[in-house]
């Protein structure tokens, strides 16, 4: 049996500084809520697949993220994606 091998980490705290923005801020911009950021940021929990994904788009550039989010209705698009990431 081959072991999977498990993506690095993220370092969220890292890339919510290269956005200049608090906890609060960058969990009611980006669509999740305070406690997800703040347990991955103390690694009580790591992001897994698209919302892993997401956090490595923010991280190359946050700027052009919170543009589609604006430019689809971010609220809906925020919305569905606290949901989606708070039921695993």
Known sequence: MTKRK???????????????????????RFGFSINQVCD???????PL????????LIEHDHRAVLAMLR???????SASLRSASSAR
């Open 71 to 77: 430019s689809s209705g971010g609220r809906r698009a």
């Open 40 to 46: 991955w940021e103390q690694s009580r929990s790591r």
């Open 6 to 28: 498990r993506p690095p980490a993220l370092d969220i705290a890292a890339i919510r500084a290269k956005t200049g923005l608090s906890q609060s801020a960058f969990a009611a």
């Open 49 to 56: 697949g698209g919302v892993r994904a997401y956090l490595q």
